[in-house]
Each structure stands twice: as structure tokens, then as C-alpha cells.
């Protein structure tokens, strides 16, 4: 059995067994759909047992006479206005009022350099590793530290699982990691 099948039965095993701990807990299995279902009929009556409570109905409340009610001092259908809220005594400071600050900004970020770092070639007659990358488009480059890549970009440096890029003035560096395919 390979470890993950291992796993899924362990798992599945300590999930039943839980389930049988908690069912004998609480009592024994569920009973069945039908045996919950209430019969219909004149049997209905005598399969009720004695212990069941019987809820006590008063109706007599219902009973009122109509005008028996008391008063009602407003009236739904006729327009008057509110009564005015008492005056508070609390004080309340006036609101202070801040001027935003206007933050300096730069120019926008240069954006991202859209390659990928596929891998690294063991080139013995060149000094240093080269570092072979993609544009996802099919184009692929390659080079070593200080090589100019596709015109735009300079290989700053290559390491075993990253290479940093620059554009060629020297800003947007950035650390591409190695991509699995």
C-alpha cells in the first residue's frame, strides 16, 4: 500500500470507530424512518401513551366583549406631531476639523519583468553559471552575470535556484526564482 492509501484507511477506521463510540452513547442506533412515522387512524389513539403532557388550552381570554376594552389615547388614522424631546444637557465638544496631508509620490514602479527562470546550464568554458529563462511565449534566453537579456534587462546575478534582474538603467530589480514546469 502506498502511504497515502495507508492514510485514507487509518483516517477511515478512527472515523468509524468514533462514530460507534458516540452511537453507543447516545443510546443505540437511530430508529428507522418508519417506525418514527405516526400512524393514522383509530390506532393513532391507542398507540399514544399516558406519559405524554397534554398542554392546557385557555380559551377564555378570547372571550372579550367588544367595548370592554380600555381607552386608547391615540388614534391611527389622524396626523398629529410629535411631541418635541426633552433638551439634553450634555456637552458635546465641536468637531475638529484636520486637513489631509498630501503625501509626496514618485513615479509609478516600473512593471515586473515578465520572465521565467527554467534553469541553469554547466557551461565549463564560460566563467560562471548561465542562467536559461522564458517569456512564456516560446522566446528562450539565456546568459551569465552582467549579460544584457532580450535588450532590456541585465543579469545582476545567478544563483543555483534564483536570478536577479534589472532593467538596463538600473531600476525594478528583481529576484526570479527557479519554475517548475
Request: net charge positive.
Amino acid at each position: 500500500m502506498t502511504r497515502l492509501t495507508r492514510r485514507v484507511v487509518v483516517v477511515g477506521g478512527a472515523g468509524l470507530a468514533l462514530f460507534a463510540v458516540l452511537m453507543a452513547g447516545c443510546g443505540g442506533a437511530p430508529e428507522p424512518a418508519a417506525a418514527r412515522r405516526p400512524v393514522r387512524g383509530a390506532t393513532a389513539r391507542a398507540s399514544v401513551s399516558n406519559d405524554s403532557a397534554v398542554m392546557d388550552l385557555r380559551l377564555h381570554p378570547l372571550r372579550v366583549t367588544p367595548g370592554a376594552s380600555e381607552s386608547v389615547e391615540r388614534n391611527l388614522f389622524r396626523f398629529e406631531p410629535r411631541a418635541a424631546a426633552p433638551p439634553t444637557s450634555v456637552y458635546t465638544p465641536p468637531e475638529r476639523r484636520v486637513a489631509p496631508v498630501a503625501v509626496p509620490t514618485g513615479p509609478p514602479p516600473p512593471p515586473a519583468i515578465p520572465l521565467r527562470f527554467i534553469g541553469l546550464l554547466d557551461a565549463p568554458a564560460q566563467a560562471g553559471l548561465v542562467a536559461v529563462l522564458s517569456d512564456g511565449r516560446g522566446n528562450v534566453f539565456h546568459g551569465k552575470e552582467g549579460d544584457i537579456i532580450e535588450g532590456r534587462y541585465v543579469m545582476v546575478r545567478v544563483g543555483p535556484i534564483a536570478v536577479d534582474l534589472s532593467y538596463l538603467d538600473g531600476r525594478g530589480r528583481q529576484t526570479i526564482r527557479l519554475s517548475g514546469q
